[in-house]
């Protein structure tokens, strides 16, 4: 076993863990943050997206040993931190425009939006189509169009 230490949702953790020990399972089972979700544990389905410093990626397809200290990730359960309110402003888009129908998948949509919106702002450009068709997330129960409504509609308010 090897210590790890990395912020995740704004605190700095630190864990005893095998260095190839998948992310995901440290946040899920170590540190008990369950809204990454597993789904496919091979970088497909991305039920698992989260941030890590400010950007997107799948913690099920990265080893422990491969955080850093200076690194931070952001879950869905420190999103609303980072606009200090109670919701992100793409979370309420999400709830606006009803999106969810089982829910497994919402999270990992709902980081990916973010990181998106960030993204292209970070570009000087608003969201087009074809950004909109970049996002990869499988959504089991086919909610693909609210789910682009409301990514448009949350980068009007982030």
Not at 84 to 109: N, T
Request: charged share 25%.
């Amino acid at each position: 076993m090897a210590q790890h230490t990395f912020t995740v949702n704004g605190e700095s953790v630190t864990v005893d863990v095998a260095d190839d020990v998948r992310l995901l399972w440290v946040l899920r089972d170590v540190l008990g943050i369950t809204g990454p979700k597993y789904g496919c544990g091979i970088n497909v389905c991305k039920a698992c997206t989260s941030h890590i410093n400010g950007k997107a990626f799948n913690p099920c397809s990265v080893r422990v040993a491969d955080i850093g200290p200076d690194d931070e990730v952001t879950t869905i359960e420190g999103l609303a931190d980072t606009v200090d309110a109670d919701l992100h402003p793409m979370q309420e888009a999400w709830i606006e425009r009803d999106v969810a129908q089982c829910g497994y998948c919402q999270p990992g949509q709902i980081m990916a939006a973010v990181a998106l919106v960030n993204k292209v702002r970070a570009e000087g450009r608003a969201i087009t189509t074809a950004d909109l068709d970049g996002i990869r997330n499988i959504c089991r129960c086919g909610t693909y169009h609210r789910i682009r409504e409301a990514v448009v509609e949350g980068a009007k308010g982030m």
